[in-house]
């Protein structure tokens, strides 16, 4: 039997919590609750809360000093199970927060929805890269479980 990735673990948890509202203690209010979001998807995949952060940047920053996620660089592609992250307060001011996301198959996010207030596959990278990079001014961070 073949041992299955983290990455491909936190993928399949993702995929379980499409169409749901998994943090309905609402720690932190629907409409801007990515992170919290994730962080529940991870610790329901792995046992254990990644973070107790609920803002993107600071995420950001747990993310990048992680010895459980490496930062891929630009020529790599992304795979399902791989986290996005657009950081709030590294844009143009033209969106007000960042954003966090889970990669689906082919090219789709999944990420918590603030106007529907549920974890859905909302974007593409096309999609993302025009809200957040292209309007809001954000980088765009990929990272993969490892």
Same mark, same amino acid.
């Given at each position: 039997m073949v041992? /299955? =990735?983290s990455q491909r673990i936190l993928y399949k948890t993702a995929i379980l919590c499409l169409g749901k509202d998994i943090t309905p203690e609402d720690r932190v209010p629907d409409d801007v609750a990515c992170v919290e979001v994730w962080n529940k998807i991870f610790q329901l995949a792995f046992g254990f809360r990644f973070s107790n952060e609920v803002? =993107? %940047?600071p995420q950001f920053l747990k993310l990048a000093t992680?010895?459980?996620f490496r930062l891929l660089n630009p020529l790599e592609k992304p795979e399902a199970?791989? =986290?996005i992250i657009s950081p709030t307060g590294l844009g143009n001011g033209s969106l007000p927060n960042g954003h966090i996301g889970i990669f689906g198959e082919n090219g789709r996010i999944m990420s918590n929805d603030s106007y529907n207030k549920v974890f859905l596959e909302n974007y593409s990278l096309v999609t993302w890269t /025009?809200? %957040?990079k292209r309007y809001g001014g954000f980088p765009i961070l990929i990272f993969r479980r490892i």
């Open positions: 041992k /299955e =990735t803002n =993107t %940047y992680s010895n459980k199970g791989d =986290t /025009e809200r %957040y």
